[in-house]
């Protein structure tokens, strides 16, 4: 999906916010501001929000030199998940269906979103979670998805969040674990995305992985690794968490593998999937919708 004309109000306000944060000197924060306004008219045509969001944070880890300005708070959201990993995979373990509460308390945990929302609170965080277990998911889409998942031989995970990634084990032990599931991370810091660098921290060391080489909070089919993206069209089945994954690969042709899980964050992606902002997601690509419309 290309950035949206109704993208604009939230990206003047994340660059505005950008300019602001990267020095007490005015003079600067005008510099980088007319930088990133410069960003904005170049790629104005050409690119998905993703894609539009790594030109902004090239631009600040250069003229900052701070390369992760999220650091600190994708340790404490990785520590906060980690306390209640136990309580969730309690949960899954007690329920009569264990895909669907895993998937409730995954798609929940993409709650923990500096970008899409930079004024969440961490420690909104546990009660935003909790809530998400009693909320309805595609009863189709969960079957399908079931289907897939058991027939899958490989099966690639683009994570999203450093926090979310840590509950999104409760998942990827149903899918098969290491032996099955090689995962995709991002390559360079960018907001609380999780890149390589935080694996370890979040229980997923021993996972084969993929990074796509790229700053993007999604996944850039222009800047990937080819590795990843031959991963990304070979596997079996491919899940992807998150909206900006859903904003990258949604429209993508060729991914009739692929499933979203995500939460409805933003008025643009609620209007082109007709739900509830806040709704718990599971989806397909257009590609995959087009094929079974033709069948």
Same mark, same amino acid.
């Given at each position: 999906?290309?950035?949206? /004309? #109704? ?21 600067? *924060? *005008?510099?980088?501001?007319?930088? /990133? $306004? ?20 090239? $631009? ?5 030199? &701070? ?37 409730? &308390? ?9 970008? %899409? ?11 935003? $979670? *909790?809530?998400? $277990? ?13 289907? !897939? ?29 290491? #032996?099955?599931?090689? @995962?995709?991370? *991002?390559? !360079?810091?960018?907001?609380? #995305? &999780?890149?390589? %660098?935080? @694996? ?30 031959? !991963? ?7 899940? %992807? !968490?998150?909206?900006?994954? /859903?904003?990258?690969?949604? #429209? ?8 979203? @899980? /995500? ?6 992606? %609620? ?10 997601? &599971? ?13």
């Amino acid at each position: 999906m290309l950035v949206q /004309f #109704d993208c604009y109000k939230c990206i003047f306000n994340q660059i505005v916010e950008m300019a602001k944060s990267s020095s007490e000197d005015d003079r600067v *924060r *005008r510099r980088m501001l007319r930088d /990133f $306004i410069g960003q904005v008219v170049a790629h104005a045509d050409d690119s998905t929000p993703p894609e539009m969001a790594s030109h902004f944070y090239d $631009i600040y880890c250069r003229e900052t030199g &701070i390369e992760d300005p999220f650091a600190q708070i994708k340790e404490k959201s990785t520590q906060l998940a980690r306390q209640l990993y136990d309580e969730f995979a309690g949960l899954v373990k007690q329920a009569d269906d264990p895909l669907a509460m895993a998937l409730r &308390i995954v798609i929940g945990g993409n709650v923990i979103d500096f970008g %899409a929302n930079p004024d969440f609170q961490l420690s909104q965080a546990a009660d935003a $979670i *909790r809530q998400t $277990i009693d909320l309805p998911v595609d009863e189709t889409m969960l079957e399908l998805l079931r289907a !897939k998942a058991a027939a899958a031989g490989t099966v690639f995970y683009i994570l999203d969040n450093c926090g979310e990634a840590v509950l999104d084990r409760l998942l990827l032990e149903y899918l098969g674990g290491p #032996d099955k599931v090689t @995962l995709g991370v *991002r390559g !360079k810091p960018i907001l609380n #995305d &999780i890149t390589p %660098a935080e @694996l370890a921290a979040s229980d997923l060391a021993d996972y084969r992985v993929i990074d796509t080489g790229d700053r993007a909070p999604g996944v850039s089919l222009r800047h990937s690794r080819p590795e990843f993206l031959q !991963k990304l069209y070979a596997s079996d089945l491919v899940i %992807a !968490k998150g909206q900006g994954n /859903f904003e990258s690969l949604g #429209d993508v042709p060729g991914l009739e593998n692929l499933f979203f @899980l /995500f939460r409805v964050k933003c008025p643009v992606i %609620a209007a082109q999937t007709r739900a509830e902002p806040g709704s718990l997601q &599971i989806r397909r690509g257009k590609a995959a919708e087009t094929l079974e419309e033709s069948m």
